[in-house]
């Protein structure tokens, strides 16, 4: 799909329905103190968005390096990618874990970022406390806090349809996991305990899962992690 189409798909569809949730969320953090403390704002990319990437990058949620910051824009190409424009932990990670792999290029102009939940929070368990802290919808028909999960679930899927990407990397094996779940059936999977990455083939939808273990912001096998990419990804 090109560009001109993604951000049209994005701005027109998805965009309206991120903002209608950020509503119902910020009305019920704003009705619950115990809340404030740990919603950070909303945020959905970290880089621009790219047609058919080499590498989509996928995270738990976003941290509140802006807090109370909420981006749900269409990135452009004016905008950087944030793990190479700054040097917090998991970006300089992820970048050395490229650049060991022979894919310093691919990682600078072909890889994009955004997370499976688009809700801010400092640490990833603060997110499954403040979801279990939202009560019900603005119509009680649905506990939000599952909502934000099941819509999550949807832009997920609709994210990597649209994007096209060649390689999700997950950033952590929570995230792997989430993804791995929403994806079903691979013909082709392993995830080997001893260097703690694997992958999965999804040759329908064009693309190869691969995720990690980390411990906070560190890999944990870096060189395994970059072996991995070395193999699926093309330089």
Known sequence: MSLPFIQEEYELRIRPEINALVAEVEAAVAA???????YKGWRVFFSPVLARPRVLLIGINPGNGQAGNIDTAFW????PFEYTAYS?????????AFADAGLAAVFASDT???NYCFLSTTQAKELEQLTDGLGRTADGQENLGQKV???SNEWTLRFLALFGPQVVLCEGKTAYNWVRQLLGHSPEEAWDKESECGYAQFPEQGFTLIGYSRRLSQIRNKPALATLLQRFVTS
């Open 76 to 79: 452009g190409g004016e905008l």
């Open 32 to 38: 619950n103190p115990a809340l404030q403390t740990l």
């Open 112 to 114: 994009m970022k955004t």
């Open 149 to 151: 999960y099941r819509k």
């Open 88 to 96: 917090y932990t998991l970006a300089r990670e992820t970048r050395q």
